[in-house]
């Protein structure tokens, strides 16, 4: 479970709400739903209209964590392999909270 927002990019994804705040494609602002699959570069996310794959570049990813405290993250900084996520370096500058 994620403890800290600021931990948030160092855990596990995959189960998490999330709503795309903003992106360069309007046509992504808006799209919500739960987390079901990550790659290096988009997040797979289970919508009420099916399946959307969310580039992580170019976007501001609002997530709702356990607790039901909201977290708005810059998409950039979550490019990764998400096994490889844990060792990178975040600058806590990135953060909304």
Do not use: C, Y
Not at 2 to 30: F, K, M, W, Y
């Amino acid at each position: 479970m994620i403890q800290r927002p600021e931990n948030l990019a160092r855990h596990e994804l995959i189960g998490l709400s999330v709503i795309v705040a903003e992106s360069t494609d309007n046509g992504l602002v808006g799209i919500s739903g739960m987390i079901v699959d990550e790659t290096r570069n988009t997040f797979l996310v289970e919508t009420e209209r099916g399946l959307k794959r969310i580039p992580k570049s170019k976007t501001s990813l609002t997530f709702t964590l356990q607790n039901g405290q909201k977290v708005k993250v810059l998409g950039s900084i979550l490019i990764s392999q998400p096994e490889n996520r844990i060792n990178k370096k975040i600058k806590s500058s990135r953060w909304k909270l």
